[in-house]
């Protein structure tokens, strides 16, 4: 089983950058298909950007253009850079992993980071 933990969450101001990691241990994250997702009170759960094992990707509309989805398979970790920021994605973001290729829904990863907040204000 892969484990993940999250970090580069923080405060920054609107149009503001920010750049997350997921560390994976426990096996390598080539095998799996990778995604970011978002919780917020007023949303839920929401599908933010996806990443397959050969390199596809796709984003909710919302980030579309702003936010860019990639890993370092050397380095065991996923990353979302995250530009432009709005007070709109302001959530507690985590990172999942499956062997299946499951996409933007969340509803079936099997593996999940503990989550790290971004606040954009």
């Known amino acids: 089983d892969v484990q993940l933990v999250e970090s580069g969450g923080g405060l920054v101001q609107p149009g503001g950058s920010l750049r997350l990691s997921c560390t994976a241990s426990?096996?390598?994250?080539?095998?799996?298909?990778m995604a970011w997702f978002r919780r917020t009170l007023e949303n839920g759960r929401e599908g933010v950007a996806y990443?397959?094992?050969?390199?596809?990707?796709d984003y909710t509309y919302s980030v579309a253009g702003r936010f860019t989805i990639s890993k370092d398979n050397a380095k065991n970790t996923l990353c979302l850079q995250m530009n432009g920021l709005k007070p709109e994605d302001s959530a507690m973001y985590y990172c999942?992993?499956?062997?299946?290729?499951?996409?933007?829904?969340?509803?079936?990863?099997?593996?999940w980071g503990q989550g790290t907040q971004v606040t954009v204000s």
């Open positions: 426990g096996d390598s994250i080539s095998a799996y298909q």
């Open positions: 990443l397959d094992s050969d390199g596809g990707t």
């Open positions: 999942a992993a499956d062997r299946h290729n499951l996409g933007l829904a969340w509803r079936g990863y099997s593996y």
